[in-house]
Nanobody
Framework: QVQLAESGGGLVQVGGSLRLSCAASARAFGYYFMAWFRQVPGKEREFVAAITWSGQSTYYADSAKGRFTITRDNAKNTVYLQMNSLKPEDTAVYYC???????????????????WGQGTQVTVSS
């Protein structure tokens, strides 16, 4: 069982930055593929970024490329999402997620993930 807890959300102006954190209570955290999703009310939760267990490979949605960076610290059981050059359309609740079994081909799909955090709100004001 993996429990995930996000933090770091808040209100920021356009062009600003935020760093989200996701702390995991998993003894084998270092073996888990981790991802970030986000959701706007009335819309489906969407993939933002993901990182392999070693941190050597990262993946991003087109909307995040060049502005967001996902990293992890396995010694701290934590994954991060550094968000720069924020836009109003980045406003959403951000969730971290982990699958029991990782499959590259399906990493952007919600149903691929078994564990979810409670989410943290990010609001970008113009």
């Amino acid at each position: 069982q993996v429990q995930l807890a996000e933090s770091g959300g808040g209100l920021v102006q356009v062009g600003g930055s935020l760093r989200l954190s996701c702390a995991a209570s998993a003894r084998a955290f270092g073996y888990y593929f981790m991802a970030w999703f986000r959701q706007v009310p009335g819309k489906e939760r969407e993939f933002v970024a993901a990182i392999t267990w070693s941190g050597q490979s990262t993946y991003y949605a087109d909307s995040a490329k060049g502005r967001f960076t996902i990293t992890r610290d396995n010694a701290k059981n934590t994954v991060y999402l550094q968000m720069n050059s924020l836009k109003p359309e980045d406003t959403a609740v951000y969730y971290c997620a982990a699958p029991r079994v990782f499959t590259l081909a399906t990493m952007t799909r919600l149903e691929s993930y078994d564990y979810w955090g409670q989410g943290t709100q990010v609001t970008v004001s113009s």
